[in-house]
């Protein structure tokens, strides 16, 4: 069974990415667990779910980079 070091290396970037920003996006909203479970539930909620959206508009800035290009190719070509 033969891993490719491309392979390895996204896993392990992958865990880091992850470990590390749930530890300094969450972390610091910990003590507000303690005062108010419902304040900190919603809090986090906020913040997982914008970081879940990053990549896709990271995504969407890529194609509208793309559609600029063609568009910039088109108007040359007139």
Known sequence: MA???R???FVVTL????????VFMLGPFLP?????????RWITDRIVATWL??????ERERERERERGLFLLLLSLM
């Open 3 to 5: 891993v490719s070091v």
């Open 7 to 9: 392979g390895l290396y």
């Open 15 to 22: 865990f880091l990415g992850s470990f590390f920003g749930s």
């Open 32 to 40: 507000l667990m303690l005062v108010s479970p419902a304040w900190y």
């Open 53 to 58: 959206t990053l990549p896709v508009v990271r």
